[in-house]
């Protein structure tokens, strides 16, 4: 299983970001999908989840500007990031719980991460 997130780059305080994260390989099905996000000497921590049947949770910092969506017949997970500030930097990780074809137990993936930086 593998988890490719796409969408970061450098946007201006104030501006807008699409992240996306498309999950494949051997899946039967996918429970909660979610972004979390790394500051330069920080550590990593939850920016908003979501679940199969599309209940959200946001992290304080986020609520308002950012909106976590999926679409369960691609595996994919999106994050629309409005209103961006400087402090929106980071490197943002997916991840997943996905359960193997007959399986029923979830195994926890992570993405590679995509760099997000806020500046003028």
């Known amino acids: 299983v593998q988890l490719q997130a796409s969408g970061g780059g450098l946007v201006q305080p104030g501006g807008s970001l699409r992240l996306s994260c498309a999950a494949s390989g051997n899946i039967g099905s996918i429970n909660a999908m979610g972004w979390y996000r790394q500051a330069p000497g920080k550590q990593r921590e939850l920016v908003a989840t979501?679940?199969?049947?599309?209940?959200?949770n946001y992290a304080d910092p986020v609520k308002g500007r950012f909106t976590i969506s999926r679409d369960n017949a691609k595996n994919t997970v999106y994050l629309q990031m409005n209103s961006l500030k400087p402090e929106d930097t980071a490197v943002y990780y997916c991840?997943?719980?996905?359960?193997?074809?007959?399986?029923?137990?979830?195994?926890?993936?992570w993405g590679q991460g995509t760099l997000v930086t806020v500046s003028s």
């Open positions: 979501v679940t199969r049947g599309g209940y959200t």
């Open positions: 991840n997943a719980d996905i359960i193997p074809p007959y399986a029923l137990a979830y195994n926890h993936y």
